[in-house]
């Protein structure tokens, strides 16, 4: 992003300038993430107080790139161990002096982990799956008999004949082709780069 300003007008409040200016970067960050193929969910994570900005900038990155954890949200599935386990594991290979026995973790609001156990109930399982399927960018519907089988584009051959083994047509799905064999559970995870419904808080 590239800034130019004739410097005609005076700015009255720079601070102000500023933080309009973080809000655009923001949310243009943002936009490159939710424009990728098969995102389905924006991921925006929330590290107060840790010891300081390159841990909580790191231990966001280590939850984002947590593969479980991206399975779990793709799947709306609040399983919030795989969120545990992703900060466990990074606190464990890169900050073992980072105490986290009074970690808390929230996610859409509701506070699912705390002094050490897990904080569920039915209830607010039920409310996070809800706010999981709310929080994706388009609905997703299973392939009949859990198959994925586009058509496939393909060029005719001389005398427009067609290659054995292929069919004309567009897929009707915007976000994957594959081989018609290849089932739609193993076209890969979205991606995900920022968290929007958890907050980590550390506490000193």
């Not at 925006?44 to 107080?49: A, E, K, M, Y």
């Not at 609905?139 to 859990?146: D, M, V």
């Not at 559970?185 to 419904?197: A, D, T």
Request: aromatic residues 6%; charged residues 25%; hydrophobic residues 40%.
């Amino acid at each position: 992003m590239v800034l130019v300003s004739s410097g005609h007008v005076p700015c009255a409040g720079h601070a102000e300038f500023e933080r309009a200016l973080a809000i655009v970067c923001r949310d243009l960050a943002e936009d490159v993430v939710r424009n990728g193929e098969g995102v389905r969910h924006v991921i925006r994570v929330q590290v107060r107080r840790a010891p300081d900005t390159v841990t909580a900038r790191a231990l966001g990155k280590a939850i984002v790139n947590a593969p479980l954890f991206k399975c779990a949200v793709a799947g709306n599935d609040p399983n919030v161990g795989r969120l545990v386990q992703a900060i466990g594991k990074y606190v464990g290979g890169h900050a073992p002096a980072l105490d986290l026995s009074r970690l808390r973790l929230r996610l859409g609001g509701l506070e699912i982990f705390s002094t050490g156990v897990f904080r569920l109930d039915p209830e607010k399982e039920t409310a996070l799956v809800a706010h999981l399927r709310s929080a994706e960018l388009y609905a997703s519907a299973p392939p009949k008999n859990g198959v994925f089988a586009p058509p496939v584009d393909f060029p005719p051959v001389r005398g427009n004949r067609s290659r054995p083994g292929w069919r004309h047509g567009r897929s009707d799905h915007p976000r994957r082709r594959s081989h018609p064999r290849i089932r739609e559970r193993e076209c890969g995870l979205p991606k995900l780069s920022m968290l929007s419904f958890g907050t980590p808080n550390f506490e000193r």
